[in-house]
């Protein structure tokens, strides 16, 4: 078993930056797709972005050039550099791990909210 835990949302003001922390309990990052999801009310959980173990991303059209997704070393925190954010970037953003080995694990989430 495996815990994610997410941290560094929070409220800004448009035009503003995050960043987003997925920390694994174990190394777990290093043999799959993480990736980073958003849910807001009313709407199903959408996919942000993405990196796979060999590095390679893949963004929601809306975000690109705007969000960063990346991943240590270690293999045990995946980051979400957000900048330029607009109101509607608001949401709870989900980490997201998908192992090779069938495995899938989600954190708990973290709020963003992005004011006008």
């Known amino acids: 078993q495996v815990q994610l835990v997410e941290s560094g949302g929070g409220l800004v003001q448009a035009g503003g930056s995050l960043r987003l922390s997925c920390e694994a309990s174990?190394?777990?990052?290093?043999?799959?797709?993480m990736g980073w999801y958003r849910q807001t009310p009313g709407k199903q959980r959408e996919l942000v972005a993405s990196?796979?173990?060999?590095?390679?991303?893949s963004y929601a059209d809306s975000m690109k050039g705007r969000f960063t997704i990346s991943a240590d070393n270690a293999g045990t925190t995946v980051y979400l550099r957000m900048n330029n954010l607009k109101p509607e970037d608001t949401g709870v953003y989900y980490c997201?791990?998908?192992?090779?080995?069938?495995?899938?694990?989600w954190g708990q989430g973290t709020q963003v909210t992005v004011s006008s």
């Open positions: 997201n791990v998908r192992t090779f080995s069938l495995e899938v694990y």
């Open positions: 174990r190394r777990i990052f290093t043999n799959g797709v």
């Open positions: 990196i796979t173990s060999r590095g390679t991303t």
